[in-house]
């Protein structure tokens, strides 16, 4: 990870990466609404779980703003989005792109860099969510700690709204490339396999109902609240 700029650099960089996040997240929604025959491809699929980790930058955004005041809900705010974080992305969406994605590319000889680069911040982001499931297992952030934490969070966003986005425009076109629209068929039932084998009844709708449930913890579910002047 580039901490090129410090803490700083950090806080500065997370402001305008909550935007595009949105904007972004916005996008995937919409290709998402509309898809061919009445099915979500797999890639799209793909992009809309990408909003689904936009969203948890936004609450992770806004509980490292709140931390350091020490309100006593935010540590639970954490915890969970760590969890989500666990559950849906490390153990569900990066897993569909360690074992369909990234290999397929591979063998074909296409982005090989970009997927060595995005294997290694899969793998540092699951040692930042570690450390803040860790230090919020208590249910509780001791004020020691919190100075740490905010920095994993911070790490984490600094991260991801690049990843993702490298993913949504580089990435996942790509791979849609290399399929038929019956071979994609095929991979979107593979892919609806996955989600009923790793997460279980409850799927991406669950997962997106505990991050909404997140945002009304901190009072961020209004879109609005983004709009400037607001």
């Known amino acids: 990870m580039d901490n090129r700029d410090g803490d700083e650099g950090r806080r500065t960089f997370l402001a305008g990466a909550a935007g595009a996040g949105l904007a972004l997240a916005a996008r995937g ?21 990408h909003g689904v980790l936009r ?24 915890a969970g989005a760590a969890n989500v974080v666990r559950r849906f992305v490390e153990g569900y969406h990066e897993k569909l792109e360690e074992n369909f994605v990234f290999p397929k590319l591979e063998h074909a000889g296409k982005l090989t860099d970009l997927t ?15 450390a803040i499931l860790a230090a919020t297992k208590s249910g ?3 004020t020691a700690a919190r100075g740490g934490v905010v920095a994993d969070i911070e790490s984490f966003v600094y991260m991801y709204a690049p990843h993702a986005a490298w ?14 629209e019956a071979e994609l068929d095929k991979l979107g039932d593979k892919f ?6 790793l997460l279980g009844g409850g799927g991406f709708e669950g997962s997106l109902r505990d991050v909404g449930d997140l945002e009304q913890e901190l009072g961020i579910h209004n ?4 709009t400037p002047g607001k």
């Open 140 to 142: 509780t952030i001791a």
């Open 167 to 180: 993913e949504d425009t580089e990435l996942f076109p790509a791979y849609r490339g290399l399929f038929s």
């Open 192 to 197: 609806e396999e996955q989600e009923h084998k």
């Open 223 to 226: 879109l609005a609240r983004y």
């Open 55 to 78: 969203r948890i930058l936004l609450v992770y955004q806004e509980a490292a703003r709140r931390l350091p005041a020490g309100e006593p809900s935010v540590a639970n705010v954490v």
């Open 29 to 49: 929604a919409h290709a998402a609404s509309a898809p061919k025959g009445g099915e979500i491809p797999p890639t799209e699929d793909l992009m809309r779980e």
């Open 116 to 130: 060595t680069i995005l294997r290694t911040q899969h793998a540092a982001g699951r040692k930042l969510t570690e």
